[in-house]
């Protein structure tokens, strides 16, 4: 006796609590831990600017 297989046999109920059960495996967003846009735009001297900066400033403090 032949079978045909067409697609997975699940319940509206175990199609529930699969998709509930996969959704609470994503962690939620924690309030403490978000940073404000300011700090993520923030911009960083590249390493060549820091060492500008310093020589200006020696030069400056040589030149009093």
């Known amino acids: 006796m032949k079978?045909?297989?067409v697609g997975p046999m699940t319940t509206p109920g175990y199609n529930e609590w699969w998709s509930k059960?996969?959704?609470d495996n994503?962690?939620?967003t924690n309030q403490e831990d978000?940073?404000?846009m300011e700090e993520y735009?923030?911009?960083?001297?590249?390493e060549l600017e820091i060492i500008k900066?310093?020589?200006e400033r020696k030069?400056?403090?040589?030149?009093k």
């Open 41 to 46: 735009l923030q911009v960083v001297p590249s």
């Open 53 to 55: 900066q310093d020589f």
């Open 21 to 23: 059960r996969v959704n």
């Open 3 to 5: 079978r045909l297989a």
């Open 59 to 63: 030069n400056s403090e040589l030149g």
């Open 26 to 28: 994503i962690p939620g």
């Open 34 to 36: 978000i940073q404000p």
